[in-house]
């Protein structure tokens, strides 16, 4: 199974799609929805004045659409590939210096099919960024908060290792479901411990160079995210990897331990908590930057639905 990468193949054959992006879905909700509603809410916490004081304002709308675009990944078949890019497909070592930076050369180099096909988070969050800055230009309240909760999202996804790779989910490496692991399970169980004070935001002169160097760090932690999840499956045992547990709505599933989770967490040294506070500072000080590049607009008349 494979990601979008398929879609333009898979579009004469709705079902196969429709399972595919059903796939796509249940597999790349980088964060899961606690992470990511977490980073939006916090990010809004590491803002100075007087971007603090409108954004705290709305925190409850940013904290809710942070979840945005996993969400229209089930109606919009463009949505999934601005969620991850695999670097793999362009560079066969670090440092990250083969692919462009930029769109335009970009696609004069590996075609908008390539790019789209393998993913194009940097791009997109280049997007958001201009899009954010023009919205504040205008003073209209309600597309800054509907971008502010969308580039929160994939500012958040850029951080995640897993989606730097053509390996998203372990299934070249038989670690299925590694993603899930990294981002949802261990969210869920250790969110509660962790420290998420963070640095305040700041200005970013090259928030392209930004994030590419978000990108940079998360794939640089990929070697660890596998070899350590690896190695510790082989000492537990397949079979004491996994329980059986009923749902709310009286559905069994099987899924990871708390236990193997817990064990693979302490293996990565902090690695998820760390990328948490990281996410949550670039989101911070891309909100930030949008406004400064705007000049600063006084934020006390904005126009739209409160
Ligand atoms: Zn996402």
Redesign the pocket.
């Known amino acids: 199974m494979n990601r979008p990468k398929n879609k333009r193949s898979s579009s004469r054959k709705p079902i196969a799609l429709l399972l595919l992006l059903l796939f796509t879905v249940h597999h790349?909700?980088?964060?899961g929805f606690l992470g990511?509603k977490t980073i939006n809410k916090q990010a809004v916490f590491a803002l100075p004045q007087p971007l603090f004081e409108f954004y705290k304002s709305h925190i409850d709308f940013l904290t809710e659409h942070a979840i945005d675009?996993?969400q229209r990944r089930y109606t919009d078949t463009a949505e999934a590939c601005?969620?991850?890019i695999d670097l793999e497909r362009y560079e066969k070592a670090m440092p990250i210096d083969t692919i462009p930076k930029f769109w335009k050369q970009a696609v004069e180099k590996y075609s908008a099919d390539t790019l789209f096909a393998y993913g194009i988070v940097p791009y997109h969050v280049q997007t958001m960024l201009y899009r954010l800055t023009e919205a504040f230009k205008s003073k209209n309240l309600d597309r800054i908060l509907h971008l502010s909760a969308d580039i929160g999202?994939?500012v958040?996804?850029a951080h995640v290792p897993l989606?730097t790779s053509i390996n998203y989910d372990g299934q070249l490496t038989n670690q299925h479901g590694i993603h899930a692991l990294w981002e949802t399970r261990i969210p869920e169980i250790s969110l509660p411990n962790y420290n998420l004070l963070v640095p305040f935001a700041h200005y970013l002169p090259q928030p392209t160079d930004s994030i590419w160097s978000y990108l940079q760090t998360s794939h640089s932690h990929l070697p660890t995210v596998l070899a350590n999840e690896k190695s510790l499956t082989q000492s537990w045992g397949s079979n004491n990897k996994y329980e059986l547990s009923t749902l709310s709505n009286g559905k069994t599933i099987k899924q990871v331990k708390a236990e193997f989770a817990i064990a693979y967490e302490n293996s990565l040294n902090h690695m998820v908590e760390h990328r948490m506070k990281d996410a949550i500072t670039a989101v911070s000080s891309f909100w930030y930057t949008a406004w400064m590049l705007a000049g600063q607009p006084d934020l006390k008349d904005l126009k739209g639905p409160q």
């Not at 790349?28 to 964060?31: E, G, K, S, V």
């Open positions: 790349l909700q980088a964060w990511h675009p996993d601005r969620h991850y999202h994939y958040a996804d989606h």
